[in-house]
């Protein structure tokens, strides 16, 4: 089984998960840039941060042969405090670099009118860009918060192929399905979604623009919950070649667009070979 996380927070996880992702097939993700539980108070915890996703963060990926890329962007929950708002400004610097596959994550968190600007700004960023766009979709007010995330992808003009809305489950994705946006999926240990669940979701609305994550952050987690899905969905009677679309060819697609995906051996390796942290032993 391959699989290509399209949104985990590697960032908040240790070596050991990394060990294990490589194990069970994990050889691709995607790192969307997000709120970190403590809140920012400059912009420079956010550059701080972008440039760890950019650079550390690939290298230790590359230690166990997996392809780390990221999204970048100023989170919703964020958008809500005038100082971190300025990080703004500096995301078209990030936004041009290599390994940069989306605008992400972005949306809605309490749906403030604040969160409206920020997300609107962002969008523009993407299509300037000609990037995806990777939209959060807020954990309360589910409904709501699609239905209004919709508006707001139609009113920018971004085309909807590229643009995914992501933490769906079974009420949302009937709003989201007609829509043209990829559909992404958290798949969680015990709260939202299980994968059980997603096999049932797959079963009722196919495996078209459907993308499967574990979403793996600080809070209760596992990043082995892409595998976990597709041992579900061969339980359920869906052949190899559907678990490969879904947690393979799927992300691949959308995150493709960006032009930017670089799935061969990876040269972050040899950037960070000679840094003084690694000749240090640490
Ligand atoms: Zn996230």
Redesign the pocket.
């Known amino acids: 089984m391959r699989i290509f996380d399209p ?1 985990i ?1 590697m960032t908040s996880r240790t070596t050991d998960d990394y060990e294990r992702m490589a194990a069970a097939g994990v050889t691709a993700l995607v790192e ?1 840039a ?1 709120w970190l539980g403590q809140p920012r108070t400059t912009v420079g915890s956010f550059t701080d941060y972008f440039d760890a996703l950019i650079g550390w963060e690939p290298f230790r990926a590359s230690q166990y042969g997996i392809a780390h890329h990221c999204t970048i962007a100023l989170n919703p929950k964020e958008a809500n405090d005038p100082r971190c708002v300025e990080v703004l400004a500096e995301l078209p610097r990030y936004l041009a670099k290599d390994r940069v596959v989306a605008v992400g ?1 972005i949306g809605y968190d309490s749906m403030t009118p604040a969160e409206d600007e920020a997300f609107a700004a962002q969008l523009a960023l993407a299509v300037e860009h000609e990037l995806p766009a990777l939209v ?1 979709t807020p954990h309360r007010d589910k409904l709501l918060g699609a239905r209004r995330s919709l508006g707001v992808v139609k009113e920018s003009g971004i085309d909807p192929g590229f643009v995914t809305l ?2 769906l489950n079974e009420v949302t994705v009937p709003e989201v399905i007609g829509s043209g946006c990829w559909m992404g999926f ?1 798949i969680y240990p015990d709260t939202k979604m299980t994968p059980d669940r997603m096999v049932s979701i797959l079963r009722e609305f196919g495996l078209e623009r459907m993308l499967v994550n574990s ?1 793996a ?1 600080w809070g209760k987690s596992d990043p082995l919950l892409t595998a976990r899905t597709g041992e579900a969905m061969l339980a359920a009677g869906f052949s190899d070649d559907d678990v490969d679309r879904v947690l393979w060819r799927n992300p691949v697609e959308f995150y493709g667009q960006s032009g930017r995906l670089d799935l061969g051996s990876s040269d972050v390796e040899a950037t960070f070979a000679g840094n003084s942290i690694l000749r240090g032993g640490s």
């Open positions: 949104h927070h969307p997000f994550e959060h992501d933490h958290s979403a952050d």
